[in-house]
């Protein structure tokens, strides 16, 4: 698949690590480091505007390294960018650490997947389909 892409920032483009990889790691786009208390948050800019088919959404996720070592994911995960969005692609950090992270310039903070999606129409109705688990929710399978 292609996507068109302005690239704003001195980065090159977001690549895969690996060849089988699912997502493209974003980096930050700033002109100063960006220091994120424990519990703050901060949208990140990334340089980046794409143009995503009709048909599909791009996901900006967190990335397991940053979680893991610095307690860094994102506020809003996974976040979408619709098809029909132009402006750049930003990513909303949040530290939920006990120390103080920074985020600096080219740093890989995000990744990015693109992934197809379905329009659907609402079909009103006035029961649903029996089922073995029913309306039960959040616990309700057990451990």
Request: glycine fraction near 10%; proline fraction near 8%.
């Amino acid at each position: 698949m292609r996507i068109p892409v302005i690239n704003h920032s001195s980065h090159p483009l977001p690549e895969y690590q690996t060849p089988h990889a699912a997502g493209l790691d974003l980096r930050a786009h700033l002109t100063a480091p960006v220091t994120l208390g424990p519990l703050e948050r901060a949208l990140i800019p990334t340089g980046l505007s794409l143009e995503i088919p009709v048909g599909y959404e791009a996901q900006i996720r967190p990335r397991s390294g940053l979680a893991l070592k610095h307690g860094i994911g994102l506020v809003n995960s996974p976040g979408t960018i619709d098809a029909d969005y132009r402006g750049e692609v930003r990513v909303l950090l949040v530290n939920l650490s006990n120390e103080p992270f920074v985020v600096n310039d080219g740093e890989r903070i995000a990744q990015l997947i693109v992934a197809k999606h379905e329009t659907i129409a609402w079909q009103p109705v006035e029961t649903l389909s029996e089922t073995q688990r029913g309306a039960g929710g959040y616990g309700s399978t057990g451990r």
